[in-house]
């Protein structure tokens, strides 16, 4: 079977972890991994970009790299990958991505005859890494939990929602470009906004469904054709992705929306609701029925969806709360709420620049943010303690203070306000003084270390930030990375309530891989008062366009314009922040 880009990026990726564990230099591991990276966000298959001669085109693949995707789709094989197999076996690769296991460590287990994820489970449930350097009773529970977590992760295999969302609407751009095409949507869980994706479904009116068909299994995306009817054909994408796609006439269109928008429990209670009326419900018409169930009349079709809930007595319900959360009994007493949108965010709270791990400078990132809309922002590089990530000393933050200020200066009316993100250290502590951070227009604390430690820790750390009075914001406040890492172990009702008493704000960062507050527990927020910010955390220009993936997430946690705090004017937010005791 012909390798897909996604087998492709497997590869490198596998290979980085090997050069990894064998204890290789840093920049050749990065080399195969952003070429996987890189790999994987293609829309082109690169047996096409081969025969034309431009693999070199691929961000991160120069000449050694396109010589290894050559050998592949010409063999099946890449012999470089087969030399380092028969060095570090596979099962030493998988246990490198247990959480809280590095390369230094797999190496260690490697030596001590553990090569697979079941021998360290065996060896860990027996006391038996105890014993080894470095290693101790807490750590072998660690491993057990990590080893649990993996076992969830690899038994997903959902899509995180910023991966499938541009392929489904660059497919739904080429299909909306055909001769007959009258409406095309994207439905299914991309549509509700959640945050991973099983597979992609896209709807299409026409009264000639052929040629579309014909035209969809053809698309630059697709990969292999896995089924070409009358009117549904399915494909599957290079990144590995299923897209459905079903062509129905325009008078259809209003029941297969609604249908294939889902949710399953949502769909079951308007089907009881329709039966209850008299009639059954399908993706394509209301029927009639007897008591018994037998029709008894002519289906009755509409062609949009706002026809469909109002003929079930229900206000139009936003998809990203069509969940069975609440929403039909909400609908039904026209009591939905208008939903956040983007054009009602005025700010970003939480972005990086060159000064840690940002890719622009202060100016170039505030000249982005205003040219997508935003009236100001507040530049939050890293504390201290994230050296990996450039974080600033006391002497550098102060530093960075006036060329915030020049930007502010020379930039107004559109303000510039300077803050950080702040790390919560793994000892509980803060990384800056008091006296330090009350110096700054807005602060930010997140975790980022110590995740996996216990629940009354965690969680005493995450409080002892939400109490002091010089933070504004948790960032991403339970620190999910989503396929990635699962978030930490928090007493959620212990944080919300000291949220909500100290008046602090809590984040749903736009991330696609974090998405975090999710959200269940946004909503819980805002029901009980407390502050939302929704907030890109870029580090580059293209990262402000992510701010939709955190607006869907507000969407699903039913959140208003007034929950959130970027959508305050400037005099709202001054007034806040001098409030809380900022100058």
């Known amino acids: 079977m012909a390798l897909t880009n996604r087998d492709i990026a497997d590869k490198f990726e596998t290979i980085a972890d090997m050069l990894q564990i064998k204890g290789e230099i840093i920049h050749r591991v990065m080399a195969y991994r952003n070429a996987a990276g890189a790999i994987r966000e293609l829309a082109r298959d690169l047996r096409a970009l081969a025969a034309e001669g431009e693999l070199e085109s691929v961000p991160f693949v120069g000449k050694i790299i396109a010589e290894k995707i050559t050998e592949m789709l010409e063999t099946g094989k890449l012999e470089f990958y087969d030399r380092l197999a028969e060095e570090v076996p596979p099962g030493v690769v998988e246990i490198l991505r247990i959480n809280g296991v590095g390369p230094k460590k797999a190496k260690q287990f490697w030596d001590a005859g553990i090569t697979s994820v079941a021998a360290l489970e065996t060896a860990a449930r027996e006391g038996k890494l105890r014993d ?4 101790g009773a807490k750590s072998e529970t660690k491993i057990l939990e990590g080893i649990e977590s993996h076992k969830r992760r690899a038994a997903n295999t959902r899509l995180r929602l910023g991966d499938a969302l541009p392929t489904a609407e660059s497919m739904l ?13 994207i439905a299914g869980s991309i549509r509700r906004g959640k945050p991973t994706i099983g597979d992609v479904d896209l709807l299409v009116a026409s009264h000639d469904p052929q040629p579309i068909m014909d035209a969809f299994v053809t698309l630059p995306e697709v990969a292999r054709v896995l089924g070409h009817g009358d009117t ?16 129905l006439i325009p008078e259809r269109w209003g029941t297969a929306l609604q249908y294939f928008s889902g949710s399953q429990a949502h769909n079951i209670h308007t089907r009881e609701l329709a039966l209850s009326k008299g009639y059954t419900l399908n993706e394509h018409a209301f029927t009639p029925v007897d008591k018994d169930g037998t029709p008894n009349g002519d289906p009755v079709t509409f062609d949009t969806e706002e026809a469909v809930y109002d003929f079930l007595g229900l206000q139009w319900i936003p998809p990203e709360i069509r969940e069975d959360w609440g929403e039909i009994e909400a609908a039904a007493a026209k009591r939905i709420p208008t939903l956040i949108t ?33 009236e100001f922002i507040v530049i939050t590089d890293h504390s201290q303690s994230a050296t990996i990530a450039g974080g600033l000393t006391v002497e550098r933050l102060l530093a960075q203070r006036e060329e915030v200020r020049r930007a502010d200066a020379e930039m107004r009316p559109f303000r510039v306000f300077q803050g950080v993100e702040m790390e919560i250290k793994a000892d509980g502590g803060l990384d800056y003084p008091d006296e330090v951070i009350a110096e700054l227009d807005f602060v930010i604390a997140s975790l980022h270390v110590g995740l996996r430690q216990p629940r009354e820790q965690v969680t005493a750390r995450l409080l002892n930030a939400i109490r002091n009075p010089h933070v504004d914001l948790i960032g991403h406040p339970r620190g999910q990375l ?54 890109t955390d870029a580090h580059s220009a293209a990262d402000m366009d992510n701010l939709r993936y955190g607006i869907l997430t507000a969407r699903r946690a039913w959140l208003t314009a007034a929950h959130v705090i970027n959508t305050w004017s400037l005099a709202q937010f001054e007034e806040w922040i001098t409030g809380r005791g900022k100058s």
């Open 232 to 247: 549904k054909s399915s494909i599957e994408t290079h990144s590995g992705l299923q897209v459905d796609l079903r062509v």
């Open 132 to 135: 080894m350097p470095g290693m």
């Open 173 to 185: 751009r080429h299909l909306m470009g055909l001769p007959g095409v009258l409406k095309g949507e």
């Open 482 to 535: 989503i396929n990635e890492r699962d978030p930490a172990d928090l007493d959620m009702d212990a944080v919300l309530d000291a949220a909500r008493q100290s008046g602090i704000a809590l984040e749903i960062n736009a991330n696609p891989h974090r998405l975090d507050l999710e959200a269940a527990l946004a909503r819980r927020a805002a029901e009980l008062g407390v502050k939302i910010a929704i907030d």
């Open 342 to 374: 983007l054009d009602d965010i005025r700010s970003d709270l939480h972005m990086h620049t060159t000064w840690s791990d940002g890719k622009l400078s202060v100016r170039e990132m505030a000249e982005q943010a205003r040219a997508r809309g935003r």
